[in-house]
């Protein structure tokens, strides 16, 4: 069991949530996705996603500067998170995520149709932030996000298998949220997100021979 507990405390790492950069609007749980749009940009979003592309950036796919956000946990010890959002630097956005177990700390570059991961480790939650400079000079390790937001579009080992679906959390049921894959021989990894909250769940399915054991993360409060 502790080897168990071990391997999805790794598992556990690979990051969240995040949300969206909208700080001009206060999030509530009025079932609302298009908080902080004009008029004109939910009359191209409503019902047709696909022809909104354009309209969304990629900065939409993390909480605001400064929020908070819970996610209940199912599974596991370390499935239960907090994080807290941070934008120090333009088109930098820097998450630290507690798992319980561990402070992980995710460094984010955001570019016109990707966010690139440009760090993700342990660290001291009260160690100060890269200056801007340091963040300049850091080169990606990987892709977190990437237009287009369709099924089909892949990067790094993820795919896009699910757009425009439900999903029920505690914070609220969000109508439109889209799907990222990873699956390995004997595990499953998925991310649901939804344009002005990012990442609202997580799941961790680890393929055993007694069968699946499941682990999810999925959001339960936010706090801006």
């Given at each position: 069991m502790?080897?168990?507990?071990?391997?999805?405390?790794?598992?556990?790492?690979?990051?969240?949530?995040?949300?969206?950069?909208?700080?001009?609007?206060?999030?509530?749980?009025?079932?609302?996705?298009?908080?902080?749009?004009?008029?004109?940009?939910?009359?191209?979003?409503?019902g047709?996603?696909?022809?909104?592309?354009?309209?969304?950036?990629?900065?939409?796919?993390?909480?605001?500067?400064?929020?908070?956000?819970?996610?209940?946990?199912?599974?596991?010890?370390?499935?239960?998170?907090?994080?807290?959002?941070?934008?120090?630097h333009?088109?930098?956005?820097?998450?630290?995520?507690?798992?319980?177990?561990?402070?992980?700390?995710?460094?984010?570059?955001?570019?016109?149709?990707?966010?690139?991961?440009?760090?993700?480790?342990?660290?001291d939650?009260?160690?100060?932030?890269?200056?801007?400079?340091?963040?300049?000079?850091?080169?990606?390790t990987g892709?977190?996000?990437?237009?287009?937001?369709?099924?089909?579009?892949?990067?790094?080992?993820?795919?896009?298998?699910?757009?425009?679906?439900?999903?029920?959390?505690?914070?609220?049921?969000?109508?439109?949220?889209?799907?990222?894959?990873?699956?390995?021989?004997?595990?499953?990894?998925?991310?649901?997100?939804?344009?002005g909250?990012?990442?609202?769940?997580?799941?961790?399915?680890?393929?055993?021979?007694?069968?699946?054991?499941?682990?999810?993360?999925?959001?339960?409060?936010?706090?801006?």
């Open positions: 502790r080897k168990l507990n071990v391997l999805f405390l790794l598992l556990a790492c690979f990051v969240i949530v995040g949300c969206s950069k909208n700080s001009s609007t206060t999030m509530d749980n009025s079932g609302s996705e298009n908080r902080g749009m004009t008029t004109n940009e939910k009359e191209n979003t409503e047709n996603e696909g022809n909104s592309q354009n309209e969304v950036t990629m900065s939409d796919f993390f909480l605001p500067d400064g929020s908070k956000a819970h996610y209940e946990g199912e599974g596991n010890e370390f499935a239960e998170l907090d994080i807290e959002v941070a934008q120090p333009e088109n930098y956005v820097i998450i630290h995520e507690n798992n319980g177990g561990a402070m992980i700390r995710y460094i984010y570059k955001i570019a016109n149709d990707k966010i690139e991961i440009l760090d993700k480790g342990m660290v939650y009260k160690e100060e932030f890269p200056s801007l400079d340091e963040l300049d000079a850091m080169n990606p892709i977190y996000l990437q237009k287009p937001i369709k099924v089909g579009t892949s990067f790094d080992n993820w795919t896009i298998v699910q757009t425009e679906v439900p999903v029920e959390t505690p914070y609220k049921k969000f109508d439109k949220a889209f799907v990222i894959e990873e699956k390995g021989e004997d595990f499953t990894n998925r991310k649901y997100f939804v344009e909250f990012g990442e609202v769940k997580r799941e961790a399915i680890m393929h055993l021979e007694d069968g699946d054991h499941i682990v999810t993360s999925t959001l339960k409060a936010v706090d801006q």
